[in-house]
Structure formats: C-alpha cells, structure tokens
C-alpha cells in the first residue's frame, strides 16, 4: 500500500515567486491535513481538507492557500513568497474521520525561499 | 502558542536502556499522539492514545496519560540505535467539527550504540 506522496521532494524559489506543492493521500484517506515546519517555530498546522472542503485553517495569512480534488489529492499554493516561508512543508492523510485513529505522514517538500 | 510541551528537550542514553519523555498540554483534549521524525524527514505515528485510556502499549512503546495532570508520557524500552531521531506529542483538540493536531517542539533522542 503506498504512502502519503508529496511533490517535488525539494524546491528552490525566489522571494515574489508563487509555489504548487502537491499530496497524494493514502489511497481511501479522505482528510488531508498540511503543517508547515521550521526550526523556530516548530510544527504548525496549516489546514485540513475532507471531501473537497477546507474544515479548518491554521493562523496564516492569506498568501497560504490549499484545494482538495475528489480523488482526494491537495494541493498548497503560497503565492508572493517570503524568506521565511523557507521550511519543510508536511501533508499527512487519516482514514478515520477528523484523523480519529492518527495521521500518515508524507516524507515533506523542503521549501527554500532565497 | 504551543499546546504540547516535551521535556526533556534533549535526551542521550545507551543503547538498551530506557527513554523516558514528557508531555504537558494546557488545555482538554480528545487524544494525545507521539510521532516521530527522524533527521528531516516526514512524521511517523506512534501511538494514540484516547482522553478516556490512561495507559497504553505497542511493542517497546508505553505511553500514559493524566489528564487531571494535563500530561503524557513515553517510554521506549531497550532502546537501540535506530531509536535516535526526534519525537513529537501532538494533542487533538477538536473543537466542534474542525480536528487539528498541535504539536510541541520535541525531543532530540539519541541512543549511543
């Protein structure tokens, strides 16, 4: 059974630059969830999806953006991008409604912002 | 604002003795998770553990929780080298319909061989 896949593996893009990062759940898992992280501020939840709809969204300014299809892959956008946007962006899928039986984490995309 | 709050911070122990790490979170939760990371990789679940459930178990893992402490706890038994990576508790608030885990800043094990 594959993993949580994310695309690309690592990014480099310049400050003003937009970015399209992409997760593919467990195959079944319908909730997506992304969580950004740095190492001054840790792991910080971003948003979650479930059916095609955003159910909760994390403290961050509207450059952060995310959509789910329904074949339940996510993408995340962060449009005019920021040096301290530079982190490891995380996508993790659950089975269980509202992530009841825990998250699979995907393996990140390493954001670098220069 | 972190929910969860690891200590140690960092942790160093010899390979087959115990690692015991602490959790405390601030406010009522529905379950506590531990993850963990190994050098900037992706998360890996470990263990759930539901606000009714005080203890648990899978293989060398035991965790525990107190929620009238507001606090967790993991232990590893006989750690080995592959045991070295960080660990993470992440508590689920789930307030109304919205889920979402809070994460603390983890703990950086390593196990010497």
């Known amino acids: 059974k594959a993993g949580v896949t994310q695309t690309p593996r690592y990014l480099i893009k310049t400050r003003g630059q937009q970015v399209t990062l992409s997760c593919s759940p467990i195959?079944?898992?319908?909730?997506v969830s992304w969580y950004q992280q740095t190492p001054g501020q840790g792991l910080q939840f971003l948003f979650e999806?479930?059916?095609?709809?955003?159910?909760n969204k994390g403290n961050f300014p509207g450059r952060f953006s995310g959509r789910q299809f329904s074949n339940s892959r996510s993408e995340m956008n962060v449009s005019t991008l920021e040096l301290g946007d530079s982190a490891l962006y995380l996508c993790a899928s659950s089975w269980g409604d509202r992530g009841i039986y825990g998250y699979t984490f995907g393996s990140g995309t390493r954001l670098t912002v220069v | 604002s972190q929910q969860g709050e690891e200590d140690p911070q960092a942790l160093s122990i010899q390979e087959g003795e115990n690692a015991t790490m602490n959790c405390s979170y601030k406010t009522s939760i529905n379950n506590l998770q531990w993850y963990r990371q190994n050098s900037g990789r992706g998360l890996v679940h470990l263990i759930l553990?539901?606000?009714?459930?005080r203890e648990k178990h899978s293989g060398r893992l035991r965790v525990t929780l107190d929620t009238s402490k507001k606090s967790s706890s993991l232990l590893i038994t006989a750690s080995r080298a592959a045991d070295t990576a960080s660990y993470f508790c992440?508590?689920?608030?789930?307030?109304?319909?919205?889920?979402?885990?809070?994460f603390g800043k983890g703990i950086t094990l390593s196990v010497r061989p």
């Open positions: 195959s079944g898992h319908r909730s």
């Open positions: 999806y479930f059916s095609e709809t955003q159910r």
């Open positions: 992440a508590t689920d608030l789930r307030t109304g319909a919205n889920s979402k885990l809070t």
């Open positions: 553990i539901r606000s009714n459930e």
